[in-house]
């Protein structure tokens, strides 16, 4: 391989290094004015997005013994990587994509294991971080609140009784 093209698996290897999850998404007709819009909305969860050679992506997986894409690496390509909110990038491409009917992701990997479309469309519908934080907390605190009820409810009864004789 000529040192330049060495030079660029490389740096395409430092964003794979750099992130637990990769995008693939299809970029055909996006014109500079979106790329610049949808860079900066993946800016706001850390994440990049990169358009690539496809060999040189396939090159990049295959010394990191990532899961091989070889049926995505058709066509113009470009990748989305970095941030630590695999869902919540994968829902800022499928808000930029319903609004514009560009970049749509073909497939990717998450954590090392292979995902397709429907995956990550999967993954962007999950709810927030946040919001899976305070579902299960609610579910941790539901048993704790039912006994509180429960205890409450007896002194509530004798007093309801006590009240009735009055």
Do not use: W
């Amino acid at each position: 391989m000529r040192p330049e093209k060495k030079y660029y698996v490389d740096e395409i290897g430092g964003y794979l290094d750099n992130s637990d999850y990769l995008y693939v998404a299809d970029y055909h007709g996006l014109t500079v004015l979106e790329t610049a819009t949808l860079r900066k909305s993946l800016a706001e969860h850390d994440a990049e997005f990169h358009v690539i050679k496809n060999r040189m992506l396939g090159a990049a997986i295959k010394e990191r013994n990532l899961p091989e894409l070889n049926e995505y690496l058709l066509g113009q390509n470009a990748v989305v990587t970095g941030g630590n909110n695999p869902p919540g990038v994968a829902k800022a491409i499928n808000k930029f994509y319903k609004a514009n009917d560009k970049v749509k992701i073909k497939g990717g990997f998450l954590n090392k294991i292979a995902i397709n479309e429907d995956e990550v469309n999967t993954l962007a519908s999950l709810p927030s971080e946040e919001v899976l934080k305070a579902q299960f907390l609610g579910v941790l605190m539901a048993p704790a609140q039912r006994m509180a009820s429960i205890l409450q409810a007896v002194p509530q009864g004798l007093l309801n009784v006590l009240t009735a004789k009055v």
